[in-house]
């Protein structure tokens, strides 16, 4: 996706014992976790020995390559080598083969160094937040794996969900609970797979036990539960990953990775057929068909997106695609001057079951290849067709959490650039949602189905709210600012009808330039399990796992649960102060330190400004029983 790693995955632990020298109340040293980096977001370390001619910069065996900026930069062809993958069987490259490095420093920054460090930061800011709270090194498990293969490509070459089962039952036998599922965009998709593939892995009757005894909770933040509209656009055009190489560049590697349709969109109103149902009817049908769809999907416009995802031109003339240059290329964008383009419009489902790359089939070789991928990488999945709605996974505790109210893009258009591939797609314009409304780059409105709020800039709303159906009949919702507050401007609606399939849009007011928390929980539909939404607003999809307001949520939510003497399902929201240092500052209008019920003047040596020397009191772990 644009602007970088934003695709990203984790499992994230809560295990310390202790905060700012005061001792919690609570059995923290049993809860552990395991971190499971999402979509590039792992540094891929090279396997092979490369000479890069005209080149100082070779590769040898462990030498970075996911990310090498310098490699990248001066070596760019053999570091494409040992990037790219073969479309159809997903080998690596016959001269270079890289691998995902391991350990947590794979996954908290991807390019160390001064200058690229903390452009490339991913987990690092969150690994702090766990050592400033007494979190063990050792309840820290990273899992990192080649994010470039599609699902059954991962566990069939890498073995890597059968490592995955494995690591949850060393964290349960060293720590003695179970884990805590922190997963971002792309690692969602990942963990829903994992539970798919471990029903087939362990007895029906012992598979909702294993769940209970290895996950105390799963958080999906920023989940594409119906796919990601800028999928689309990468695979079109290329998706540069916020480094200085051509698009076209960029588009050969992304469409030579099995992952790249996992994030593609698609409807939730059609199903895929079970695999085993394919075998058992293989004998009776010679054809199957790839979905089936409710009576919605033809009554609703769009597949229930704001919008067609893609509009493209198609010459009216078919001459060979793609010359490379000269006078037979001069002919060809002759022929498609005299004709009249025809444009074509694809939802969803139209992307997802194929329909869009037979229909450029015969204009963009790369159809043929990703048409190859859809079929044999997820249509026929062995275990879980990935382009089919969610179900709520059967785990005892869920937190959906995303970002709303951004500028999203939903949908493109595209016209034929007349250059060889792999740059022969030009974005002619781009539909964005925000704050109700569908409009182009060029500022045109555009009708459509807008939701009630817009995505995170990379996710459209209707894809990250899906988890909605999850909660009951019967919701909780509050509204809070997202800073520090002492209570004021907190809303909330108790028991509220929900309907099945339906967005809820709470009636409550909204403080011009406060950002709020908006959640939504459910502790009754299900019994013994608790459904939670947040909704944080001007949350960037990326930025959100390093979001201090999040990791507070977080930090305090899951205080609450293993607290013995807690009087409520969720933590409360009445109020909420300062659990850092970084928290506190100087209130320089009554010359003191803000929130002086938390915070105190404590000067230590090398403090530079009065905001420094604010820090939390030395009893805060007597201020969290507020939140029980």
Known sequence: MRGGFKLIAVVVVIAGAVVNGSQLKGDYSKLSGIIIPGFASTQLRAWSILDC???????????????DTTKCLSAMNCWLK???????????HSECKSRPDSGLSAITELDPGYITGPLSSVWKEWIKWCIEFGIEANAI?????DWRL?????????????????????????????????AHSLGNNVFRYFLEWLKLEISPKRYIQWLDDHIHAYFAVGAPLLGSVQTVEATLSGSTFGLPIPEGTARLMFNSFGSSLWMSPFSEHCTSEKVYSKHFSGGRRKKHSVYQCDDLEYRLNYSGFPTNIINIEIPSVVAEAYPSFGDKMQANLSNMECGVPTQLSFSAREIADGTFFKAIEDYDPDSKRLLHQLDKLYHNDPVL????????????????????????????????????????????????????SLYTRSGNLIEGNPGAASGDETVPYNSLSYCKNWLGSKVNITRTPQSEHEGEDVQVHLDVEHHPGTDIIPNMTRT???????????????????????????????NIVRSPILMRELWLEMWHDIHPDKKSKFV?????????????????????????????????????HLGQSCRVRSSSADLLLSYV
């Not at 040992?82 to 080998?91: G, I, R, S, V």
């Not at 506190?584 to 019920?597: L, S």
């Open 141 to 145: 498990l990273a899992v990192p794996y």
């Open 512 to 542: 011009p330039r406060v950002k709020y928390i908006t959640y939504y929980e459910d502790s009754e539909s299900l019994p013994g399990q608790r459904t939670a939404v947040w909704e944080l607003d001007k949350a960037n999809h990326r």
């Open 572 to 608: 409360t929201k009445g109020k909420r102060g300062p659990l850092r240092d970084e928290d506190c500052y100087w209130d320089y209008g009554k010359a003191r330190c803000a929130w002086p019920e938390y915070c105190e003047y404590r000067y230590v040596f090398g403090d530079v």
């Open 53 to 67: 001619p005209f080149s100082p910069l070779d590769f040898n065996p462990l030498d970075l390559v996911w990310l």
């Open 150 to 182: 599609s699902p059954s490509k991962l566990e069939e070459r890498d073995l890597y969900f059968h490592k995955l089962k494995v690591t949850f039952e060393i964290a349960l036998k060293h720590r003695g609970g179970p884990s805590i599922v922190f």
């Open 385 to 436: 067709n990935p382009l089919t709605p969610w179900e709520r996974p059967p785990l005892k505790n869920i937190f959906c959490i995303y970002g709303v109210d951004s500028r999203t893009e939903v949908g493109y258009y595209f016209a034929p650039s007349g250059k060889p591939y792999p740059d022969n797609w030009i974005m002619t314009d781009v539909v964005y949602e925000f704050e109700g």
């Open 82 to 92: 040992c990037m790219m993958l073969d479309p159809y069987n997903q080998t690596d």
